[in-house]
């Protein structure tokens, strides 16, 4: 398995306050993605990042931005946390080296009340 | 809008028997497809790759339907172990918004 971590791996909060969730790897892969997992829903991608400073917008990205300092980690931050953003929080990177390589991380489970 | 769609299941299936999940997907320039195992509260993991010949690893064996867009997961010889979600992924092209998830369809293997 990708040495993907992510923290915090549990999260309460409350609604209107920032958050930031951190994905770190050490398999220098240069993709990274942030996905998203509700009852009912596949998961969803929100961001994701080409490399360093190298970030775009997935499907479900309002309310949330991105940001890639360094090729290890990759940080998503809830601008103003929403109940609606309830939810299990995937990282995954990936190597160039196709689909096939892309792994996840443990996952983030954050309530915002 | 690209569309991966499976049956949630659950499928409860006694253990030795062989179970069968189907998943159709909408995007005719869809390229590449996956079948990944995701455990309770676990990460999603792939379990393997399809391709249009058909593949098999163990007692999974995966087939690709191009012309009716769909795909298939067999599992032979069901152990309780291979209780889990299986989700059914597929990627319409090379960029990282590519990957379409399906809901998953959740087995439980019963002793």
């Known amino acids: 398995d990708a040495g993907i971590t992510q923290s915090p791996r549990h999260k309460v909060t409350e609604t209107g306050t920032p958050v930031t969730l951190r994905c770190h790897q050490t398999?220098?892969?240069?993709?990274m993605y942030w996905y998203r997992q509700d009852p009912g829903h596949g998961l969803r991608l929100i961001h994701y990042?080409?490399?360093?400073?190298?970030?775009d917008k997935g499907e479900v990205s309002d309310g949330y931005s991105v940001s890639r300092s360094k090729t290890e980690d990759f940080l998503l931050t809830l601008e103003s946390a929403t109940s609606s953003q309830t939810s299990v929080y995937f990282c995954?990177?990936?190597?160039?080296?196709?689909?096939?390589?892309?792994?996840f991380g443990p996952g983030t489970r954050l309530l915002v009340l | 809008r690209k569309e991966v769609e499976q049956d949630p299941g659950p499928f409860n299936v006694p253990e030795g028997a062989t179970v069968a999940f189907n998943c159709t997907y909408s995007n005719s320039a869809s390229q590449s497809f996956f079948w990944y195992r995701q455990d309770c509260r676990k990460e999603p993991k792939l379990l393997m790759s399809v391709y249009s010949s058909g593949n098999e690893d163990g007692r999974f064996t995966a087939q690709l339907n191009r012309a009716s867009q769909y795909i298939s997961l067999l599992i032979r010889d069901s152990k309780l172990s291979d209780s889990a979600t299986y989700l059914c992924?597929?990627?319409?092209?090379?960029?990282?918004?590519?990957?379409?998830f399906g809901k998953g369809t959740h087995l439980i293997i019963q002793p």
């Open positions: 990042s080409y490399g360093v400073k190298d970030t």
């Open positions: 992924v597929v990627a319409s092209g090379g960029g990282a918004d590519g990957l379409t």
């Open positions: 995954a990177t990936q190597s160039s080296g196709g689909w096939e390589t892309q792994y």
């Open positions: 398999e220098n892969h240069r993709y």
